[in-house]
């Protein structure tokens, strides 16, 4: 007998697969977000969903090695490369910008609230070690890389069975809140605004 079951969402909810729909310059220009954002996939493991998903959209060649990886880590929430004496940040805003995150939450808000991930893709001004380094200074944040999941096909029936089943869905994820909760509206999950 099942009363609550907890589900998570990129994966169980969503396609197993990201795509990039589109990319929001703040500090340089398309351009040159375009080439950064190619020589920090180039240069990364495709360990994961998303950095395959940003390689597959990101795929120009630079003649650029970076000199350091930074693994993702739950803890952190974002990854890097060093290049040029700099570290090219990728991850959830709320890490890679830390104090500087208030500035910019409106606007992610919009994303994140159209049912977009939000990455913000950052230039930090020291050459991280490792991912044990945490971050002390300000970043400068290039851009957005705007993901997508699709919602499986059979979500929305197989959510509405459980909904006549009396089974309560609760949907426990490490995005970002807004994002999780249009992800759920959009696969039909009872009082997926909370």
């Known amino acids: 007998r099942v009363n609550v079951l907890c589900v998570d969402k990129t994966g169980t909810i969503t396609e197993p697969k990201m795509e990039v729909e589109k990319t929001i310059?703040?500090?340089t220009s398309k351009e040159s977000l375009t080439k950064e954002i190619s020589i920090f996939a180039q240069n990364m493991p495709h360990d994961n969903a998303t950095i395959k998903a940003v390689a597959k959209a990101f795929n120009q060649k630079f003649n650029v090695q970076a000199t350091q990886i930074i693994p993702f880590t739950s803890v952190n929430k974002y990854s890097g490369a060093v290049v040029n004496g700099n570290t090219l940040l990728m991850g959830a805003?709320?890490?890679v910008l830390r104090d500087q995150f208030e500035a910019y939450?409106?606007?992610?808000?919009q994303y994140t609230s159209q049912g977009y991930r939000v990455l913000a893709f950052a230039k930090y001004p020291e050459v991280l070690k490792d991912e044990k380094q945490k971050l002390s200074?300000?970043?400068?944040?290039?851009?957005y890389i705007l993901i997508s999941n699709p919602i499986r096909k059979e979500a929305k029936s197989t959510f509405e069975y459980f909904d006549r089943q009396g089974v309560?869905?609760?949907v426990i994820s490490g995005d970002n809140p807004l994002t999780v909760a249009r992800v759920a509206k959009q696969a039909g999950i009872r009082d997926a605004n909370k």
């Open 105 to 109: 939450e409106k606007e992610i808000n």
């Open 25 to 27: 310059p703040v500090s």
């Open 137 to 143: 200074k300000e970043v400068e944040l290039l851009g």
């Open 168 to 170: 309560n869905i609760k």
């Open 93 to 95: 805003p709320e890490f």
